[in-house]
């Protein structure tokens, strides 16, 4: 499900990016495009706070269950190392 959410966040990323590569463009904003670029970035903030703690918590999870997976197979390789190096009797 993680590499869905990339691939459409690099899609978006470069269509945006390519269709942003104009000329014509002002390089400054006045002041009333910078007040409602403020409005509508405070707008939508809330959203994009949620949206991101819930990917958050669902990508917690599963980075969480390979940490414990992964610290679980070295902690068992560290043993068996261990325990060849005690003599057999």
């Known amino acids: 499900m993680r590499p869905r959410y990339l691939y459409g966040f690099l899609c978006c990323c470069y269509l945006l990016t390519a269709g942003s590569c104009t000329d014509d463009a002002p390089s400054r904003l006045s002041s009333s495009q910078m007040e409602m670029l403020d409005s509508l970035v405070a707008a939508q903030m809330p959203v994009m706070r949620v949206e991101q703690d819930s990917l958050c918590a669902i990508d917690f999870g599963l ?20 325990r060849q190096r005690i003599p057999k009797q």
């Open 63 to 82: 980075r969480l269950r390979h940490l414990v997976d992964s610290l679980l197979i070295e902690r068992r390789a560290e043993e068996a190392r261990l």
